[in-house]
């Protein structure tokens, strides 16, 4: 009865803004338990459902982002390069690309000074985050190859023995940005900002660094081949 109702009417109630706290609280807590439902429908209304509150509703800003990572981080096996080679790009569910879709939408000036959104250790091969805000990210170790990071704001992230491999990251913001021992084979970093980024060993074989910004960048033991 509650998937029924969400799926039906929740989607417009929190635009209004007419509404009890308590409310507001309930149709949150039903919102994150329908993440990840097997009624993709009903996920991803939950996604959109849960933007629009974080949007309507600051005082739940951090709790819905944080879900949404812990959500997108439970879902996405983290997978050793071994069998990453030996298994094919799966496309991307549209429930993780939604809520990644969020999370590089949101205003991250309501982030909390003290907390850091963590996407570590997953697999988001040809995830779309065109113009996404990732700014101080941790997603170390996280596999990005493929993925679509045009005009990316990646400032200060952690990318450390990330796979960037064939991502592309034109105009992409990585000023300061850590990518010591990230795998950006073929990587298009065409008019990307580089500047203090930490490259140390970083594999960049066959990357399109054209009109890069190189100021300042740690270049040191990295495969520029």
Request: with cysteine; charged share 15%.
């Amino acid at each position: 009865m509650l998937e029924k109702l969400f799926s039906c009417k929740l989607v417009n109630w929190v635009s209004k803004q007419t509404y009890s706290p308590k409310l507001v609280k309930e149709q949150l807590v039903i919102a994150i338990q329908n993440l990840g439902n097997q009624d993709i429908e009903i996920s991803l209304a939950a996604i959109d459902t849960l933007e629009r509150i974080a949007q309507n509703y600051p005082q739940y800003h951090w709790e819905i982002i944080n879900n949404l990572s812990i959500f997108v981080r439970n879902n996405t096996s983290f997978l050793s390069k071994v069998k990453i080679e030996s298994e094919p790009l799966s496309k991307i569910s549209a429930d993780i690309q939604a809520a990644l879709s969020v999370i590089g939408r949101r205003d991250a000036t309501k982030d909390p000074e003290s907390q850091q959104l963590d996407l570590s250790y997953t697999d988001i091969r040809g995830v779309n985050l065109h113009n996404a805000n990732l700014q101080g990210v941790n997603l170390y170790q996280a596999n990005l190859s493929g993925a679509n990071l045009v005009d990316a704001n990646l400032q200060e992230s952690i990318l450390g023995a990330a796979n960037l491999s064939e991502a592309n990251l034109s105009g992409a913001n990585l000023s300061r940005a850590i990518l010591n021992a990230a795998n950006l084979r073929a990587a298009n970093l065409t008019g990307a900002n580089l500047t203090e980024a930490n490259l140390f060993l970083a594999n960049l074989c066959g990357a399109n660094l054209d009109r890069a910004n190189l100021a300042g960048t740690n270049l040191r033991d990295a495969n520029i081949y």
